[in-house]
């Protein structure tokens, strides 16, 4: 199984699987202030931006490849990141 690493924010929680993306540049150059290419540490904050365009870059890239999950459900992504990764949209 593939290695999804976590990034909390305030509001969210991203998901990320680095072996599937390869849409990284496209999050990088619309919204550098929460993908952070090159840094030690955490290369994204989702906390650095309105949740609302952090989403919508997340929710542009295809095939999706991190998930986003809402403060209120945090409890549930473990589940479903065990079985397997899920589209954004699966998560609401």
């Not at 072996?19 to 993908?35: D, G, Q, T």
């Not at 090159?38 to 998930?67: F, K, L, M, Q, S």
């Amino acid at each position: 199984m593939a290695q999804v690493d976590e990034y909390k924010g305030e509001r969210i929680t991203v998901l990320n699987d680095g072996k599937r993306c390869i849409h990284s540049r496209y999050c990088v150059l619309n919204l550098p202030n929460v993908f952070k290419p090159n840094v030690d540490g955490p290369w994204i904050d989702p906390g650095a931006a309105a949740t609302e365009a952090t989403i919508a870059v997340i929710t542009n890239v295809r095939p999706a490849r991190c998930v986003i999950v809402p403060k209120a459900r945090r409890r549930l992504k473990a589940r479903r990141a065990s079985t397997r990764f899920v589209s954004q949209r699966t998560v609401r």
